[in-house]
């Protein structure tokens, strides 16, 4: 069974402070998906970023970046400088590569940006 | 545009009236699916399709009945809608490449079962 866990529930930053959004995994499959969602407070799921198992490198993009560790099974998103625009709910999500392609979601951390 | 669109985006209904929640997308995705987001819970899949007339359960497809007689539409049909079923139901769509693609959600529906 595919397990998604991400600890922290609520994080409260000020702007333009470093945040990272802790995601740990469980799978049996050697290969692999895991997937950042962000759900803003207009409640649209917008998709940040696919990774799969056999691809660690470490991924920027702008002020946003991803680190996968498959020795700890982690794939943690860290935000720079972060703004009030980033204040969301973020989903970590894991994939086989079976035919049903479905997402299993961590419970999601809610981020607040303060002024 | 590229888009997957639900209808209603908000529905109050009571127990027992059936309803139907469409999904469209214009993507040509072969894969569709519907899932429910409950606080504390994340989201959930409730049913998918790889594909026109293939349909399969999801985790928690009780009380749920999907069907897809088109590549575009996939609607989601509670026939005897409970209190339970209250939730945000979105459905997604992608390709189907070989392994997971990015799936595209809808804007989600909003539902309130009294």
């Known amino acids: 069974a595919q397990k998604v866990t991400q600890a922290q529930t609520e994080i409260s930053v000020v702007e333009k402070e470093d945040v990272t959004l802790d995601c740990v995994y469980e799978?049996?499959?050697?290969?692999?998906?895991l997937f950042w969602y962000k759900q803003p407070p207009s409640g649209e799921l917008v998709f940040l970023i696919r990774r799969n198992s056999f691809d660690e490198q470490n991924e920027i993009s702008g002020r946003y970046s991803w680190n996968f560790q498959k020795s700890t099974s982690s794939f943690n998103f860290t935000i720079t400088a972060s703004q009030v625009v980033d204040s969301a709910v973020y989903f970590c999500a894991l994939s086989g590569s079976g035919a049903n392609s479905k997402l299993t979601f961590g419970k999601g951390i809610t981020l607040s940006v303060r002024p | 545009e590229a888009q997957v669109t639900q209808n209603p985006r908000y529905l109050i209904t009571v127990t027992g009236k059936k309803l139907t929640v469409t999904c469209s997308q214009n993507m040509n995705h072969e894969y569709m699916s519907w899932y429910r987001q409950d606080p504390g819970l994340g989201l959930r899949q409730i049913y998918y399709s790889m594909n026109v007339e293939v349909t399969d359960k999801g985790d928690v497809p009780e009380g749920y009945k999907v069907s897809r007689k088109e590549k575009r539409n996939f609607p989601l049909i509670l026939e005897s809608p409970s209190p339970n079923q209250t939730s945000l139901y979105f459905c997604?769509?992608?390709?189907?490449?070989?392994?997971?693609?990015?799936?595209?959600f809808g804007p989600g529906t909003r539902l309130t079962v009294l």
């Open positions: 799978t049996r499959d050697t290969t692999y998906y």
């Open positions: 997604a769509s992608s390709l189907i490449t070989g392994g997971p693609d990015e799936q595209f």
